[in-house]
């Protein structure tokens, strides 16, 4: 059974930084592309980056480019997302996700996600 749990959310003040994790299991991670997405209060879910499995050809969604960076560590099956100079705009719950690479893009499964963790920036 394909598990996913995400953590390290928080309450940040705009400016501020949160790094999330993602640890992966019930899968062979290591041979996976993984992607981050978002779901704002209201609002659909949103693709906001994507690694492939080796770890290679991060891309980010236009809003966060410059700001968040992904990453993962295949020895411990986890993914990690650095957020940085947050805004209000990325209050979200995020979630991780499998995710397959096609013509440059990453398009993650949106029905096999984790529990999510909440990220709000406020002051």
């Known amino acids: 059974e394909v598990q996913l749990v995400e953590s390290g959310g928080g309450l940040v003040p705009p400016g501020g930084s949160l790094r999330l994790s993602c640890t992966a299991s019930?899968?062979?991670?290591?041979?996976?592309?993984m992607a981050w997405v978002r779901q704002a209060p209201g609002k659909g879910l949103v693709w906001v980056s994507g690694i492939q499995s080796t770890g290679s050809r991060p891309r980010y969604a236009d809003s966060v480019q410059g700001r968040f960076v992904i990453s993962r560590d295949n020895a411990a099956n986890t993914l990690y997302l650095q957020m940085n100079s947050l805004k209000p705009e990325d209050t979200a719950v995020y979630y991780c996700?499998?995710?397959?690479?096609?013509?440059?893009?990453?398009?993650?499964?949106?029905?096999?996600r984790g529990q999510g963790t909440q990220v709000t920036v406020a002051s």
């Open positions: 019930g899968f062979d991670f290591s041979n996976n592309h």
């Open positions: 996700s499998r995710a397959s690479y096609l013509g440059g893009k990453y398009y993650p499964e949106y029905d096999h």
